[in-house]
């Protein structure tokens, strides 16, 4: 197996991949956002329940391949414990490390370190981002009542 | 030149001579991540012989010019192998004449150009109807006819084969049908339609029909006169030819009775402010200075077909086909998306826990470059449950051994999330 695959995709990886973590629904969500990739077809949705600015809890639904699921998961366990702002400067982190922004210190993203391998892959970029996105979107909607059907 | 076509399906055909062919085409001679290229994507788009890369720099290093106007000598030259081009498309196609070939950009120009001249008969009430195995491009033109016009369109079902439920197709023909339109043969699937049959019902009610065949082109004989049908759509880039070229055919009485497509130069006889005249078919719907080169290299890409013999290789890639099938059937998880009877040379299909996207990754570090996704197809997605699939379509250059290649990426990827 060529080097770059096995860099992409990491025993971690493919663990939070099989086995995603806080995946389902959140009833008592306050934020919430769809992430939908056209390209793959990939589509997830993002809940958070944010209580005094403060990250309470992050949860994820949706189908996608190894590399998006993976990224919603161990993105949903960073995000607990932090506020909107730390949030923020996250998003911001790890997609200067994927698009070669700014460079970002392994400490920042921690666990999150796991996807820089995905950088050597560009069609497989917007798959490691896609739930990113959706916290952005989230984080940015957050006047709007999210609908309790 | 096109004996080929000749030969009844059930003559002999000598194999082709892969090793010897392949050597025509030079992007097959190159690595990707080390390996040696498998390139099993031929339904998004065939790669070029040295014939069509050759006709194409042989215009722009000899005799470009622009075509129908100049009276120099390269505007002479250009014009003339341009219309060569239209002919051997002519022949190709088996159409009546070559007023009814009209050259546009690819296949999805060609469904547009129909939908926004022909379509501007349609009134509400009038029922277009495709079938639910179409591609995005014979959809949404369709969908934005109805938007303008007021029609209705309705979709004829598949069934779980990814085969067209004809007795349905037939039950939505009706009165108010005003135009069918289906592909020859599906690019998600492979299925390929029983088209002379579905134009008949078609007509029965007084229809006219669209085929798509941006697929089937490269893989089976057409006749555009057998099959009767009154368009017929297709690309050069899936037939060993250039992108920006394709092919509209229709019969000539009713281009006569549509209105052009696009203004400007070459489809006008006259321009005054008080009103303009059209050329004669086909200029009358090419407006502008088109891809000169492109309709050189398709003409190109026609010889090189003909030379080979497009029923030797449809017979080569059946045999393909099989081959690759029955791989499949024996593959743990492997579930085939697609198992029409009737079946060009696309083998679609989902591994269990594995998204298709990592198997396209996993397949291109071994260097095998097919295709992932919902293929512009996301109504066959849905209907068969799944988000995408992994999609490997042969050409005449593909061999066995490539397909062996293939699987072993599969084992790879089921080795790596099994």
Same mark, same amino acid.
């Given at each position: 197996?060529?080097?770059?695959?096995?860099?992409?995709?990491?025993?971690?990886?493919?663990?939070?991949?099989?086995?995603?973590?806080? @995946?389902?629904?959140?009833?008592?969500?306050?934020?919430?956002?769809? *992430?939908?990739?056209?390209?793959?077809? =990939?589509? +997830? /949705?993002?809940?958070?329940?944010?209580?005094?600015?403060?990250?309470?809890?992050?949860?994820?639904?949706?189908?996608?391949?190894?590399?998006?699921?993976?990224?919603?998961?161990?993105?949903?366990?960073?995000?607990?414990?932090?506020?909107?702002?730390?949030?923020?400067?996250?998003?911001?982190? @790890?997609?200067?490390?994927?698009?070669?922004?700014?460079?970002?210190? *392994?400490?920042?993203?921690?666990?999150? =370190?796991? +996807? /820089?391998?995905?950088?050597?892959?560009?069609?497989?970029?917007?798959?490691?981002?896609?739930?990113?996105?959706?916290?952005?979107?989230?984080?940015?909607?957050?006047?709007?009542?999210?609908?309790?059907? | 030149?096109?004996?080929?076509?000749?030969?009844?399906?059930?003559?002999?055909?000598?194999?082709?001579?892969?090793?010897?062919?392949?050597?025509?085409?030079?992007?097959?001679?190159?690595?990707?991540?080390?390996?040696?290229?498998?390139?099993?994507?031929?339904?998004?788009?065939?790669?070029?012989?040295?014939?069509?890369?050759?006709?194409?720099?042989?215009?722009?290093?000899?005799?470009?010019?622009?075509?129908?106007?100049?009276?120099?000598?390269?505007?002479?030259?250009?014009?003339?192998?341009?219309?060569?081009?239209?002919?051997?498309?002519?022949?190709?196609?088996?159409?009546?004449?070559?007023?009814?070939?009209?050259?546009?950009?690819?296949?999805?120009?060609?469904?547009?150009?129909?939908?926004?001249?022909?379509?501007?008969?349609?009134?509400?009430?009038?029922?277009?109807?495709?079938?639910?195995?179409?591609?995005?491009?014979?959809?949404?033109?369709?969908?934005?006819?109805?938007?303008?016009?007021?029609?209705?369109?309705?979709?004829?079902?598949?069934?779980?084969?990814?085969?067209?439920?004809?007795?349905?197709?037939?039950?939505?023909?009706?009165?108010?049908?005003?135009?069918?339109?289906?592909?020859?043969?599906?690019?998600?699937?492979?299925?390929?339609?029983?088209?002379?049959?579905?134009?008949?019902?078609?007509?029965?009610?007084?229809?006219?029909?669209?085929?798509?065949?941006?697929?089937?082109?490269?893989?089976?004989?057409?006749?555009?006169?057998?099959?009767?049908?009154?368009?017929?759509?297709?690309?050069?880039?899936?037939?060993?030819?250039?992108?920006?070229?394709?092919?509209?055919?229709?019969?000539?009485?009713?281009?006569?009775?549509?209105?052009?497509?696009?203004?400007?130069?070459?489809?006008?006889?006259?321009?005054?402010?008080?009103?303009?005249?059209?050329?004669?078919?086909?200029?009358?719907?090419?407006?502008?200075?088109?891809?000169?080169?492109?309709?050189?290299?398709?003409?190109?890409?026609?010889?090189?077909?003909?030379?080979?013999?497009?029923?030797?290789?449809?017979?080569?890639?059946?045999?393909?086909?099989?081959?690759?099938?029955?791989?499949?059937?024996?593959?743990?998880?492997?579930?085939?998306?697609?198992?029409?009877?009737?079946?060009?040379?696309?083998?679609?299909?989902?591994?269990?826990?594995?998204?298709?996207?990592?198997?396209?990754?996993?397949?291109?570090?071994?260097?095998?470059?097919?295709?992932?996704?919902?293929?512009?197809?996301?109504?066959?997605?849905?209907?068969?449950?799944?988000?995408?699939?992994?999609?490997?379509?042969?050409?005449?250059?593909?061999?066995?051994?490539?397909?062996?290649?293939?699987?072993?990426?599969?084992?790879?990827?089921?080795?790596?999330?099994?």
């Amino acid at each position: 197996m060529s080097t770059d695959l096995r860099d992409l995709y990491q025993e971690t990886i493919v663990d939070h991949a099989r086995r995603p973590r806080n @995946f389902g629904p959140l009833p008592e969500a306050s934020h919430q956002a769809e *992430g939908f990739n056209p390209l793959c077809g =990939d589509r +997830l /949705t993002l809940r958070l329940k944010v209580v005094g600015g403060l990250i309470e809890d992050a949860r994820f639904e949706g189908v996608g391949c190894a590399i998006s699921t993976a990224s919603a998961s161990l993105m949903t366990e960073a995000l607990k414990g932090l506020n909107e702002q730390q949030a923020e400067a996250l998003f911001l982190g @790890f997609h200067s490390m994927l698009t070669g922004g700014i460079p970002v210190s *392994g400490s920042v993203l921690g666990k999150l =370190d796991v +996807l /820089t391998g995905v950088r050597e892959f560009p069609s497989r970029i917007k798959c490691a981002t896609l739930a990113w996105h959706a916290l952005h979107a989230a984080l940015h909607a957050e006047k709007q009542p999210v609908s309790t059907e | 030149m096109l004996s080929a076509l000749n030969t009844s399906p059930t003559a002999r055909l000598p194999a082709l001579d892969v090793a010897r062919l392949r050597q025509d085409f030079p992007i097959l001679q190159r690595a990707v991540h080390g390996q040696p290229l498998v390139y099993l994507d031929n339904a998004a788009t065939s790669q070029k012989p040295w014939s069509v890369i050759e006709a194409e720099r042989h215009y722009y290093a000899h005799y470009n010019a622009n075509i129908h106007r100049g009276v120099h000598q390269m505007s002479q030259e250009a014009t003339e192998a341009y219309e060569a081009a239209r002919d051997r498309v002519r022949d190709f196609i088996h159409a009546s004449s070559r007023e009814e070939i009209i050259f546009t950009r690819g296949t999805t120009e060609s469904i547009n150009l129909v939908a926004s001249s022909y379509g501007q008969r349609m009134q509400a009430g009038d029922e277009i109807l495709i079938t639910e195995m179409e591609h995005h491009s014979n959809i949404v033109p369709w969908q934005l006819l109805c938007l303008r016009s007021g029609a209705l369109l309705r979709v004829a079902p598949i069934d779980d084969a990814g085969q067209l439920n004809v007795a349905r197709f037939a039950e939505l023909l009706g009165p108010r049908t005003r135009l069918v339109a289906l592909s020859h043969m599906s690019n998600a699937l492979g299925s390929i339609n029983p088209v002379k049959q579905l134009v008949e019902l078609a007509h029965q009610v007084g229809a006219v029909v669209l085929l798509d065949g941006a697929q089937a082109v490269a893989h089976l004989p057409v006749n555009v006169m057998d099959i009767d049908c009154d368009f017929y759509a297709f690309s050069g880039h899936k037939l060993y030819g250039p992108t920006g070229i394709g092919v509209l055919y229709a019969r000539r009485a009713i281009l006569d009775s549509m209105p052009p497509y696009q203004g400007g130069g070459d489809m006008i006889r006259e321009v005054r402010f008080a009103g303009s005249s059209w050329n004669d078919l086909p200029y009358k719907f090419e407006a502008g200075t088109p891809n000169i080169a492109g309709g050189i290299g398709l003409g190109a890409a026609l010889d090189y077909i003909g030379g080979v013999g497009l029923a030797a290789i449809a017979a080569h890639e059946s045999e393909l086909l099989r081959y690759a099938t029955a791989l499949a059937a024996d593959f743990s998880g492997l579930t085939p998306i697609g198992t029409a009877a009737d079946k060009g040379a696309i083998l679609s299909f989902t591994l269990a826990g594995i998204h298709p996207h990592d198997i396209g990754t996993i397949l291109d570090s071994c260097g095998v470059a097919v295709r992932t996704g919902h293929h512009c197809a996301m109504p066959v997605m849905e209907h068969f449950g799944v988000p995408a699939t992994v999609r490997a379509s042969f050409a005449l250059y593909n061999t066995r051994h490539e397909i062996d290649t293939l699987f072993q990426g599969l084992t790879k990827a089921r080795e790596m999330f099994g």
